[in-house]
């Protein structure tokens, strides 16, 4: 009995994935109802269901879907046009068939409904419009079940004797769809005929050739004859329409043909997996590192390389194009707009975009409520529409695209609007916000009020013409995946939704900090910026408000939380203490910005996150924990638990006015191009590109030592080769002869200071931006100080290339003379 | 009072905690290792003593002794610990000493008397009279997802 569950589960699995494609192409021929190839698609699926569900004894179902092919026969074949009712039956159908087939999965057969009404409809809309062959609607199909058992394997028969030609299949696809004029029982009739001539009926079943011979039927066939026979059409039919699939849209087939099913458990442990030989990499390569042996630095790199490629890949496995959440969208929308007397086109853009698995089921329902909300709150009636002066049918966009190593998700829609009034009004009389506070706050601001909590009760959705119907649980949700949420509202126009999410939520990029003696990560999807104080400045700019720090950044007033007093590590400090270095990472979270102070700043590195376990969900300051490559654990900190424990987001430290953009981030200040190099070990580091000469690539064989130094012959001068060290402080170091015998070229960056000549090697060329505003002091003042910028949603470390290659320089022109 | 829970011959990995000897099922636990340095969880429960990476699984160590409510351990002799499939993946017990794997006969076995102490009852599921002394037996979920902090 196995076996059969197989079987069962496997035409559930395929019957599932077919009606959702089924839901799309009906939609879209209500648009392009003469569209040929979805309607043999829609013809293709109903047969394939209504074929095996006769297999596997299922009659109900068999029965519904053979009425409905027979009502997708001449619809295909162009004698009947896809009208609204025709669609709604046909839609009616797909409903009818999931229900079914969820009767079948949860082990109760077909279950009980009753679907001989719908039956009905479908073989009314399929004689509506032909009136002269109506059929009465208790047509004896009760032979269909067995007729089907039996039909495609006779009508296989001669076919797999027959010697297939390829040529009259173009043929039938160049065939223009006005031509085919036949009826139903004119095809029955055809194909009768090629039958009898016994060659290649498939392809004559189609061909206008025959048309002329064919008898004009007059009146319906008897009913045994005329059953047998369309059944027989079908199923010719739909074999050449697989020939079709076949032949003609080759790239398709080879595209099912290429796709291999596969259990998501299997594919998680996969992840995990790989998760785990990372983490086994990188000590074998810190090992490997600590030797001298050669062969093991070979293994080690290679084993190093074919596993970044693996976690790649397989990372790549979990992403899945973000039209499998928004698939059953178009619907939602069709029949919510037709409950509400709205009119309303869904349009779709960047479908393929792809974003990992858990991601994509995460916002799946957000994305349902909001498009719910559009449709029932956004969009206006059709009369109220043209009052307005817009176009009676509201337009529902879905944009979704990648920026900056994360998925956004626009949704717009031109409907009426968020109207601020009311919503002020409705938050007032909620109790929500004071009307004092209320007459402060922006547009923007109260627009943003729909996201509280409880704003939206039952009451409120019919006096609220904006969104509101649980808008705070679709905030928390996006939130919870580390996404964020934002709203643009104009009165009269529309809205605009913009989600920012995570690409995955399997690795992310971390910055590393330590606090009495522990290393803990950071989410740098929360990270502004890095600020370094030493004491005697710390003395000035940091004040209190009583015993509650702050810091003046660049004139606004940041509060400041100690990471140690909030893991409980170290007693509150208080006004007086002796200042001491300080090391602030600005972070926004929810909706707060303000100052995390840690010991050191350590790294930053790219990480799996791993959850924890029960006895640390009442704790809010932790989202999980990751192994590091020395194989020690480290935490990662829940930002948002944090702002709220530290008491950030209470009331007294809101701040309505975001502080200011860094200078660099001003159109004021000087603005520069900059060189964005990878430096192995995930760590980015842009150099100003006024210093570069240029951009070249040695082989490991140009490399040649001289003393302690490495160098290289380049345009008839030898020069000395650097590289660039992991550490924050950015110092230049010799170039390690690790890098020497890897087959790839060594890409370096050329540079020139007067008529000394310096290379500097790097992993990999990330990129070049341009009329990247820089600021123009490093921060400190000192040549060792490095400056920290987030680009593109990374820490990037800007060094001063001329200061380091100067004291470098020296070195080598010191090491020079003296040899 | 006999208890009818179990109705055939159970095996039991016992070790010591603070002189007492207690079991857990064999098939609930995972392996048995040498304590290893853990990373410590600032604000956790006290009965968490750290995180430890177990071959790439993040494991939280729990002391079995602030759990039971017993006192602190006065020698720095090795302690310990037993990894333990619990409903929510592996959790490891620090523990004195290990024992051996016990058969005993539930015949053997009564529940555990109410004059105990509130603060060890829930953990207990029922003791075995051996012939020198008890064997305790441990509910692996509850110990599993202790928070006693006190």
Known sequence: MDGFEDIIKEFLVESYENLDKLDDDLLALEDAPDDQQRLASVFRTVHTIKGTCGFLALPKLERVTHVGENLLVPLRDGELTLTRPIADTLLEMVDAIRAMLRQVESGQGEGDDDYEPLVARLEAARTQPTATTVDPPTAPLEGGPTATGAGPTAAYAPQSAAPIVSEPIVSIADQPPSENSATTSQASDTVAADAASGTDCDNAAESPLHHPAAPEPATPKPAAPRDAAPEQANSERARSDWKDASGVTKTEASLVDASVRLDVELLDKLVNLVGELVLARNQIVQFSRSTDDAPMHAAAQRLNQITSELQEGVMKTRMQPIRNAWGKLPRLVRDLAASHGKQIDIRMEGEETEVDKTVLEAIKDPLTHIVRNVVDHGIELPERRIACGKPPRGVLHLNAFHEGGQMIIEISDDGGGIDTNIVRAKAIERGMISSRRASTLSESDITHLIFLPGFSTAASVTNVSGRGVGMDVVKTNIECIGGSLEIQSTLGLGTTLRIKIPLTLAIIPVLLVTTEGDRYAIPQASLLELVHIDSLRAHQEIEFIHDTPLFRLREQLLPLIYLDEQLGLHPPRRRGDPPSDLNIVVLYADGHQFGLVVDEITDTQEIVIKPLGSHFKEIPVYAGATIMGDGKICLILDLIGLAQNGGITGGQAERNTPIAQPPWHSNESSSESLLIVDLGDESRVAIPLSSVARLEKFVSSDIERLGDFHVVQYRGQTIPLFSIDGSLECQLVDFSSQHLGLEAPLHTVVFRDGDRVAGIVVKKILDILHDQPVHAEPEGGQAGAARHLVIQQRVTRIIDLETFLRSSLRRWADAWSAA | ?150
Request: with cysteine; hydrophobic share 40%; proline share 5%.
């Open chain 2, 1 to 150: 009072m006999y208890t009818t829970t179990l109705t055939r011959p159970e095996s039991y990995c016992t070790f010591l905690v603070d002189g007492l000897l207690y079991g857990i099922e064999v098939q609930k636990v995972q392996e048995v290792i040498r304590a290893q340095p853990t990373t410590r969880v600032p604000l956790a429960p006290q009965v968490v003593r750290g995180l430890m990476n177990l071959r790439g699984h993040i494991v939280s160590m729990l002391s079995l002794r602030k759990a039971l409510g017993l006192p602190a351990r006065s020698s720095d002799s090795h302690e310990m610990s037993v990894i333990i499939r619990s409903s929510e993946g592996p959790v490891g017990l620090l523990v004195d000493e290990i024992g051996d794997v016990m058969r005993v006969d539930q015949a053997d076995c009564e529940s555990v008397p109410g004059t105990l102490h509130r603060r060890q009852r829930p953990f207990l599921r029922c003791a075995y009279k051996l012939e020198q002394r008890l064997l305790l037996i441990l509910d692996a979920d509850r110990v599993a997802t202790a928070t006693a902090t006190d």
